[in-house]
């Protein structure tokens, strides 16, 4: 019955087999109470209602905020007020409702539109956005209204990705005949309204997930084609792969989770989301992303390694002193454990392909210099900037850090080569773009970085 195939491997074991199994066996998950391990990731399984009582009398960890006080007031300067306000203030805290495209939306974007909800949407011509891309299946997605835009990354004003080389697709099974047509479709709301996360509904395929609207952002700058091979590095619970699989129709998207308990809640997402046709075209694997590389050389067009991190909202309310003061102490192991994600992706991707590193975090030391640490040694790595791309036609709706604002001038510039397009103003953004939650655009934190390997 389900045919998503994955791929068990012990970490640190030798080359994996590839090995059909039952999407069935993944889910041991308990659908009544919910019940994975909390997760250091902000887009978990609905809460029971005692986890939420829970989770509102949820404390800052003052280590944890004593940390980040000290380390970000002087990476930052004064946008760390802003941001650590909204931080320590969960009520302020938004959610994005992301449309699934497999299932019929119509009576959700109804409710959407009258509780005050919009489409989020870069600050372009909506032409731009509602650019011909009907659907060709009739009946079978969303209606795009005259209020609906797709959010494509197709749809930012950049130059065509001249390096792109998609694999050819057989016309019989093109995905824009068989599939309702790519849109990327998110919902926000001005305010901090929370629509309500949807139960798991029998033989249905889910309609929407929430998320932080600002995990969007990596998967736009991915820019998936129909057609491409992706890898998706480090992958439960699944909001990105969800949002890759809104954006295109991808050849084969690998989607590698090596902690079993998330990756059986990232297979159970899968499975909520997908209709069966397209469970041959998705992997889950569960390897260690730091050795993808030497085994999966030059395999995908497009990899995107969201790697483990610090996770500021999480950690900040980490439960007791001590869960706080172990991930600080383990903290520092994290960019080196980062920066072997990043080669490993590099040497997974294709020569002309792409890397999208990306974080929850607004340490300077998991971002910026990792990405830097990685274009030192690597001559064959091209950041590409994101600043005009993503950041000025999202800005009304994401706060981003401007290039230098309070940025730690000893991590990010002492050592740093030299800009290799002569442009030393963006030489930050051209390393990534960092959203920083602020008040009225609470999204974020998330960090994005685009490489492209040029040989
Ligand atoms: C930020 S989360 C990913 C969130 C996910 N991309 C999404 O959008 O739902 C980072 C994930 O990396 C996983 N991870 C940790 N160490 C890893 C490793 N060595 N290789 C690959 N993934 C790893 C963690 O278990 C965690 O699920």
Redesign the pocket.
């Known amino acids: 019955m389900y045919q998503f195939r994955v791929v068990w491997k012990k970490v640190g074991s030798e080359a994996p087999k590839l090995r059909p199994e039952p999407l069935r066996r993944l889910l041991s998950y308990d659908r009544h109470t919910d019940s994975f391990p909390v ?1 250091e ?1 902000s ?1 978990r399984p609905k809460a029971s209602s005692r986890q939420v009582t829970k989770r509102h009398i949820r404390v800052v960890c003052q280590e944890v905020l004593d940390c980040f006080d000290q380390q970000y007031s002087q990476e930052l300067g004064s946008l760390w007020a802003s941001a650590r306000a909204v931080l320590l203030d969960r009520s302020s805290w938004q959610y994005g409702v992301m449309l699934n495209r497999f299932s019929t939306v119509s009576d959700v974007t109804q409710i959407l539109h009258s509780q005050g909800f919009s489409t989020l949407q870069p600050q372009t011509e909506v032409s731009a956005l509602t650019r011909d891309h009907p659907s060709k299946v009739a009946g079978s997605g969303p209606k795009a209204g005259k209020d609906s835009f797709s959010l494509s990354p197709a749809d930012f004003p950049v130059q065509p990705d001249g390096n792109s080389q998609a694999p050819a697709e057989d016309p019989q099974t093109r995905p824009s005949l068989l599939f309702p047509r790519s849109s990327l479709q998110c919902y926000i709301h001005p305010q901090p309204v929370r629509f309500p996360s949807q139960p798991h509904r029998p033989g249905q395929l889910k309609q929407y997930y929430l998320l932080n609207a600002a ?1 969007l952002l990596p998967v736009l700058a991915l820019r998936v084609g129909d057609g491409e091979r992706i890898l ?10 969800l949002a890759i699989m809104q954006s295109a129709t991808p050849a084969h998207l690998c989607c ?4 079993p308990h ?1 990756r059986q809640w990232l297979a159970r997402t899968l499975e909520s989301f997908l209709p069966h046709p397209l469970h041959s075209r998705v992997a889950v694997s569960g ?4 050795s993808v590389g030497n085994l999966q050389t030059e395999k995908y067009d497009k990899v ?1 390694v ?4 610090s ?1 500021d909202r999480s950690w900040l309310y980490s439960r007791g002193g001590q869960q706080g003061v172990k991930r600080l102490q383990e903290r520092a192991r994290l960019p080196e ?1 980062q920066l072997q ?1 990043l080669r490993s992706a590099l040497s997974a991707v294709r020569p002309g392909g792409v890397v999208v590193y990306s974080t ?1 975090t607004l340490s300077s030391a998991e971002n910026y210099s990792v990405v830097e640490t990685l274009l030192k040694e690597s001559p064959e790595a091209e950041p590409e900037d994101l600043w005009e791309e993503l950041a000025l036609p999202l800005s009304k709706h994401f706060a981003f850090n401007p290039a230098g604002a309070g940025h730690d001038a000893q991590t990010l510039h002492k050592p740093s080569p030299q800009p290799r397009h002569g442009r030393v103003s963006s030489y930050q953004h051209r390393l990534g773009i960092l959203v920083v939650p602020q008040p009225g655009r609470t999204w974020g934190p998330m960090f994005l970085s685009r490489i492209r390997r040029t040989g």
């Open positions: 997760s990731f887009e995990s998706d590095l480090c992958s439960a619970p699944g909001g990105k792969a590698n989770e090596p902690d998330r390897q260690d992303g730091r995107l969201d790697a483990p991190c996770n454990l994600l929850c």
